[in-house]
């Protein structure tokens, strides 16, 4: 076991040298751009909607931002630096020549996801506490569900590289899949305004779930009863991991 | 038997099919300590894929294949922490500077930090690379990059070092210090086996010469045995636009084998002197007279068709 964890880190742990090379730059844009979302849509449209479930508009878009911003922080690494990783750098085929196998490899990718998602949440919760948006020390509890995030999306996101043949195949995951995702999940205003056969099919994607999770700790409440949502993110994770291995398996290993 | 006398490589009925296309056809071999091996074969003859399955990145369709005593791929993970791999087209990593991508390969092996702290600098040695140890990879020529492919395959003190078209690609130069590196290695005892197609590579590199073909295995021997057992000792090659009027008169006995490519006429034979001699009176024909080497062995067993791919 302290083995196979081992391997998990030698990749993790390239990943996290490659992105300290780049981390001006990959900060700018995992975090510069939420926050602009943050302000403009918080102060801008926030003025003419007042409150929201009895907390300002800001406040409430605090936990959709920072969910997306988790989700998307997995997301785009997983697809495009991944993809970049196998195919171009052919770093995955160096490390299989290795006494690493491709389980190793997509475990260590997921987890390095995971923490990419945990660096974006954890910087948006800076600011949102340096603008007394948060206030509790509660909202710390937000991390482990920033982690689970990313974990379900990253793993979402290797699932989809693993059947890419280029990076054009990307558009149709964000645009048929993130971007809907993010409008119907309870990001900008809250999911019970929706239709009910569109929180239906929204409800089984695990967007949703998390922000439901993410918006009460923000809040400075730990709601119990919410945790059950989680269950979704986690048996994404899992499943996705699983087949993005047996994916990997038959296209590298051929 | 102690385990050193078992072979590093031992390959029984090794058949890989891709959809119904049978690219490596019941192959057998063993490969002993020490040895210096070169699989050689024209595009498309089953040489890479019969590397991807010593190393455990395809599985074998059918038959039996041990390295190092493990079974593959069963067991490869296992065996590739006591191998080394140089790939075909190198893939290092351009983030990280010549020192970062040791540091990081060694650490899928599993090397503790204090070996590793060792390890580097005898290897950036042995690579002549002291004073890149900074240097992106970007900053490096070809053959830096090369030798600080096999450098990081070496990484894991390995039992066999396994190398896909080494120098393909390198300048002659750049290929000779290549050479140089492998023929050290070969000194120090290290098992090697690597693909060429470069004849001049596997004559002066090989002790053995697996010549592959359409997924068989068409000859299996030294360079030396090669020449001796399976081509005329000498030939003669003529081009040149007076070819058809010398070629009618031209004292050519029944021993002598003839084969055309192109605009040129080769003559194996172990007696050609007349043969040469006629050629002097016609001064538009160029030839060349020299005793056979790898390259006419390979031509005469895989054919002079052009095969692309």
């Known amino acids: 076991m302290a083995d196979t ?44 909607v007042g409150q929201v479930q009895g907390v300002s508009y800001i406040g409430f ?16 690494e997983g697809l495009y630096l991944a993809y970049t990783r196998m195919e171009v750098l052919k770093t995955w085929d160096a490390i299989l020549a290795a006494p690493l ?13 995971a923490t990419k998602s945990l660096i974006s949440g954890t910087l948006i919760l800076m600011v949102a506490a340096g603008m007394g948006l948060v206030v509790d020390w509660q909202a710390l509890a937000v991390l482990p569900v920033v982690f689970i995030t990313g974990l379900c999306f990253g793993a979402l996101a290797l699932l989809v590289t693993s059947f890419a043949r280029s990076y054009d195949f990307f558009v149709y995951y964000i645009t048929l899949v993130i971007t809907p995702m993010i409008l119907l999940s309870g990001v900008f205003f809250p999911f019970s305004t929706l239709p009910e056969p569109v929180r239906f099919g929204a409800a089984l994607l695990p967007l949703q779930h998390v922000v439901e999770v993410i918006r009460p700790l923000v809040g400075g409440r730990i709601e119990l009863g919410q945790l059950w949502h989680l269950l979704v993110p986690v048996a994404y994770a899992f499943g996705a991991t699983s087949f993005a291995i047996w994916r990997f398996r038959r296209r590298l290993l051929c | 038997m102690s385990a050193s006398s078992l072979p590093i490589i031992q390959a029984h009925g ?29 595009n498309g003859a089953g040489k890479t894929t019969t590397m991807k399955m010593l190393i455990g990145a395809t599985p074998p369709t059918a038959g039996e294949l041990r390295v190092l005593g493990h079974t593959v791929p069963r067991d490869a993970r296992a065996m590739r922490a006591r191998i080394g791999v140089v790939a075909q087209s190198d893939n290092l990593d351009p983030d990280f500077t010549v020192e970062e991508n040791l540091r990081v390969y060694a650490r899928y092996f599993g090397l503790s930090a204090a070996e590793v702290r060792s390890r580097i600098p005898e290897l950036l040695e042995l690579a002549s690379l002291q004073d890149k140890a900074g240097a992106k990879i970007n900053q490096l020529s070809g053959g830096m990059k090369r030798r600080l492919s096999i ?18 690609g390198l300048d002659p ?12 290695l070969r000194r120090d005892g290290l098992t090697i086996v690597l693909t060429t197609h470069y ?8 002790g053995r010469i697996i010549l592959m073909d359409g997924g068989h295995i068409l000859a299996d021997a030294s360079p030396q045995a090669l020449i001796r057992d399976r081509i005329e000792s000498h030939v003669v090659e003529v081009h040149g636009a007076g070819g058809e009027r010398w070629l009618a008169t031209a004292p050519i006995g029944p021993e ?50 052009l095969r692309d791919g």
């Open chain 1, 61 to 76: 878009l605090t936990a959709g931002i920072l969910s997306t911003s988790a989700m998307n922080a997995a997301t785009f």
């Open chain 1, 101 to 113: 196998g491709i389980a190793d490899i997509v475990a260590g990718e997921v987890l390095w996801l």
């Open chain 2, 151 to 168: 450098a990081r395959a070496l990484l894991n003190r390995p039992e066999l070092l396994i190398l896909d078209e080494p120098t393909t």
């Open chain 2, 199 to 206: 004849m001049d590579e596997a004559e002066r590199l090989c």
């Open chain 2, 256 to 305: 002598v084998r003839r084969e055309r490519a192109g605009e040129s006429w080769f003559f194996y034979g172990r007696n050609l002197e007349s043969l040469v001699r006629s050629l002097d009176e016609y001064d538009d024909l160029h030839y060349s007279y020299r005793s056979s080497n790898l390259e006419d062995v390979f031509l005469k067993l895989t054919g002079r068709d």
């Open chain 2, 14 to 42: 090794l058949t890989k099919d891709y959809g119904k296309l049978r690219v490596v056809d019941r192959i057998s071999f063993a490969i002993d300590a020490g040895e210096c091996c070169g699989v050689l074969g024209p």
């Open chain 1, 5 to 48: 964890v081992r391997r998990w880190l030698a990749v993790w742990r390239r990943n996290a040298l490659a992105w300290r090379k780049s981390a001006r730059t990959a900060l700018l844009a995992g975090f510069a751009e939420p926050l602009f979302y943050l302000f403009a849509l918080g102060y801008g449209l926030g003025s003419f």
């Open chain 2, 173 to 184: 130069q750049i290929r000779q210090a290549i050479w140089q590196l492998l023929r050290q």
